[in-house]
């Protein structure tokens, strides 16, 4: 499959990551020959310094024989045109823009993004992506990673265990017996800095953080066994009245349990905005590190913070004075990676990183059909991989014992015809059926193969 993306920063470095990483013929446009160096000596990409909304730059990088084009530049109209220009010119059959303005997104103009007019077949918003992260940890403040799989019905938790679990050494298998009706499944288990997928013989122990696949509606006992009972989210405080504050609050308004819910925001302008949008939430106007500001907030009464401002640092700083002051749980949006190893050492609970749920989203629409969704854990540790059961898969029809799956892989979970399916070694699987595969990094490839995930499939 031939795919040009449109901007080298951190979002289209990791696309291109993977993407070139499966057999894809990656080009990787940028204005900043240092990024597209970077890029083209890391990985098996193509680099094309110049703009992006050019015909000519698109032209070298391939356009005409390309089948996907991806926008991913810092500037909403320059991805727009390029999609514009892919299509007019080049023909380009699907085309991906990411969008930040609010404007673009409005319900009133939703016939603005079609062939007629301005040709983008998937907007992929980040405030919005961020958003869901947020209201996601909102449901599971205790996990400090989770995300959704099978259209929400399959939820992926990160659980740190502390002293008072009360299954550690405990061998999963007995688990197993212990909980036979959970529709749960640990397929991970980073220790000593080591992520691994687990024997059904390993034991549990204080310190590690486990990945467990569980059915959406059974997560809570799944949280319970594991020392992290499901706590209520009443009292709600948000740090930053941007797209991402403001979308959260509103969803927080529309929930049918009541959740009281105070933003602060620094930028008076921006704070009457919030408040004129808002019906049911407190807006207050100050500095969300003003110990007194918090304090009117209610901090110490808080279940949760989340500091969602467009500074990492802030976010990081109100989130361990909110903690400090009482709240019990506390979350932060965090764009450098390089910070994310300094939240354990400030008791900070979990973290929202928008490059991997933007990245998350993209990849989503790329693979179309079989491959649903991939959404990778840590810093490439791992990936987690959402697909389809082909007919002509080696899967198909196999019980998942027999099939040899490599010793870094593990099915977490399947849906068949609708229903959820706790995967055992005697599953068998059939045409049809999803899957959920926790699988370490270097054993991806072999689950592509199993899958048929290749060139010829798309």
């Given at each position: 499959m031939k795919i040009i993306i449109c901007g080298a920063g951190q979002?289209?470095?990791?696309?291109?990551?993977?993407?070139?990483?499966?057999?894809?013929?990656?080009?990787?446009?940028?204005?900043?020959p240092v990024l597209v160096r970077r890029a083209t000596d890391a990985l098996e990409v193509q680099g094309?310094?110049?703009?992006?909304?050019?015909?000519?730059?698109?032209?070298?990088?391939?356009?005409?024989?390309?089948?996907?084009?991806?926008?991913?530049?810092?500037?909403?109209?320059?991805?727009m045109v390029t999609c514009q220009v892919a299509h007019s010119v080049?023909?380009?059959?699907?085309?991906?823009?990411?969008?930040?303005?609010?404007?673009?997104?409005?319900?009133?103009?939703?016939?603005?993004?079609?062939?007629?007019?301005?040709?983008?077949?998937?907007?992929?918003?980040?405030?919005?992506?961020?958003?869901?992260?947020?209201?996601?940890?909102?449901?599971?403040?205790?996990?400090?990673?989770?995300?959704?799989?099978l259209d929400s019905s399959v939820r992926l938790a990160g659980i740190?265990?502390?002293?008072?679990?009360?299954?550690?050494?405990?061998?999963?298998?007995?688990?197993?017996?212990?909980?036979?009706?959970?529709?749960?499944?640990?397929?991970?288990?980073?220790?000593?800095?080591?992520?691994?997928?687990?024997?059904?013989?390993?034991?549990?122990?204080?310190?590690?953080?486990?990945?467990?696949?569980?059915?959406?509606?059974?997560?809570?006992?799944?949280?319970?066994?594991?020392?992290?009972?499901?706590?209520?989210?009443e009292r709600v405080v948000v740090i930053g009245a941007g797209n991402v504050g403001l979308t959260v609050a509103r969803a927080l308004e529309n929930q049918p349990e009541r959740v009281r819910v105070k933003v602060i925001e620094r930028d008076r302008t921006r704070a009457?905005?919030?408040?004129?949008?808002?019906?049911?939430?407190?807006?207050?106007?100050?500095d969300g590190m003003d110990s007194d500001l918090l304090a009117e907030a209610g901090i110490a009464r808080a279940d949760a913070v989340l500091a969602v401002t467009d500074?990492?640092?802030?976010?990081?700083?109100?989130?361990?004075?909110?903690?400090?002051?009482?709240?019990?749980?506390?979350?932060?949006?965090?764009?450098?990676?390089?910070?994310v190893p300094l939240l354990d050492h400030l008791g900070i609970d979990a973290h929202i990183n928008p490059r991997a749920t933007t990245v998350?989203?993209?990849?989503?629409?790329?693979?179309?059909?079989?491959?649903?969704?991939?959404?990778t854990i840590g810093d490439g540790e791992a990936e987690v991989i959402e697909a389809q059961v082909l007919s002509t898969s080696p899967l198909a029809g196999r019980a998942i014992s027999n099939i040899g799956f490599p010793e870094g892989a593990l099915v977490g979970a399947v849906r068949k015809r609708g229903v959820f399916v706790k995967p055992t070694g005697s599953t068998e699987l059939e045409e049809g059926d999803h899957l959920v595969i926790f699988a370490l990094s270097k054993d991806v490839p072999e689950i592509e193969r199993l899958l048929q995930v290749a060139v010829e499939y798309f």
């Open positions: 979002v289209g470095w990791q696309i291109a990551r993977q993407l070139s990483g499966e057999s894809n013929d990656v080009a990787i446009v940028d204005n900043n094309v310094v110049g703009f992006a909304s050019h015909p000519n730059v698109l032209a070298e990088a391939g356009a005409a024989e390309a089948d996907m084009i991806i926008a991913a530049t810092h500037s909403d109209e320059v991805n080049f023909d380009v059959t699907r085309k991906i823009a990411r969008l930040r303005a609010q404007a673009y997104l409005d319900p009133e103009f939703r016939e603005l993004f079609g062939r007629e007019h301005m040709p983008v077949d998937v907007v992929i918003n980040p405030e919005h992506e961020v958003a869901r992260a947020a209201l996601r940890r909102f449901a599971a403040p205790s996990t400090f990673d989770v995300q959704d799989f740190s265990l502390d002293a008072d679990c009360p299954v550690l050494n405990t061998p999963l298998r007995q688990l197993t017996e212990l909980f036979s009706s959970l529709k749960a499944i640990v397929v991970g288990v980073r220790r000593g800095g080591k992520l691994f997928s687990p024997d059904p013989g390993d034991q549990l122990f204080e310190g590690d953080q486990i990945y467990v696949v569980s059915e959406t509606s059974d997560l809570g006992r799944t949280l319970a066994i594991f020392g992290k009972p499901l706590a209520k989210q009457e905005t919030a408040a004129d949008l808002l019906e049911r939430t407190i807006v207050l106007h100050g500074d990492d640092k802030t976010n990081l700083l109100t989130a361990v004075r909110a903690k400090a002051l009482g709240c019990k749980i506390s979350i932060a949006l965090v764009n450098d990676p390089s910070l998350s989203s993209i990849l989503r629409h790329v693979r179309h059909g079989r491959v649903r969704s991939i959404y």
